[in-house]
């Protein structure tokens, strides 16, 4: 295993993504060599993290799994995590600033949100969720809430959405757009449009089980 004030090299590894991350150039790749629980992280800069084949694990429990507060510009790609709340955490990850935020074979599950969009970003963040399982949060799956003046949209493809309070809800200034994508078993609505905010299907989306019918009224907006 590795120690945080190690160079965070493939001979000399840190033990965290939060001490990998502070010896990581911007642009990097910060990358799980074995199987193991890498702590809680704030990111501020463009970077990726990959769990590659071992899948590395963040266990967040009464905390935020993965914070993204980084420049309007930046782009942040999280891919093969595993991030647990234990039933306390906060949000899996919730993205505060970026320009892009790429989440790709992830597994988010017993959080309080799953994936929580809060972005200040006046130019607008872009995030794409695919090939992600999100279960068992005891809030909303997925929750867009771009703050007054900012914007953010989401394509949700190939990724499922179980056993949560509410499936995905998009506020004002949000768009989400969803393809091939699971929403199922979760308590009340499985897809909830806010005010302007917008929500579209592509293809092969599946909708079911939620309460009471899946679909909140005035959920989907037309193509």
């Known amino acids: 295993g590795g120690v945080d004030p190690n160079p965070g090299s ?36 463009s970077i990726t993290i990959d769990g590659g084949g071992v899948e590395g694990g963040i266990l967040a429990g009464g905390v935020n799994g993965i914070i993204i507060n980084a420049a309007p510009t930046d782009v942040v790609i999280l891919r093969n995590l595993q991030i647990d709340g234990f039933g306390t955490g906060l949000a899996g990850i919730r993205i505060v600033s970026a320009g892009a935020v790429y989440i790709e074979n992830c597994r988010i599950r017993l959080m309080t949100t799953g994936i929580q ?34 914007a953010s949209s989401l394509f949700l493809d190939n990724s499922e959405i179980q056993g949560c309070n509410r499936g995905l809800v998009v506020n004002a200034r949000g768009k989400a757009i969803l393809n091939e994508s699971v929403i199922g078993m979760n308590v009340l609505d499985g897809i909830k449009r806010v005010e302007t905010g917008v929500i579209q299907t592509y293809k092969n989306n599946r909708i079911f089980g939620n309460t009471p019918d899946g679909t909140a009224k005035g959920a989907l907006k037309p193509k």
């Open 10 to 45: 493939g001979t000399a590894p840190a033990k965290t993504f939060a001490g990998a991350i502070s010896r990581t150039a911007a642009k990097g790749v910060i990358n799980v060599l074995d199987p193991g629980g890498f702590g809680a992280v704030t990111i501020t800069k």
């Open 117 to 150: 969009e809060v972005t200040t970003a006046t130019s607008g963040t872009q995030i794409v969720v695919k090939d992600t399982v999100i279960q068992e949060c005891s809030g909303d799956g997925i929750s867009l809430t771009p703050a007054a003046g900012a």
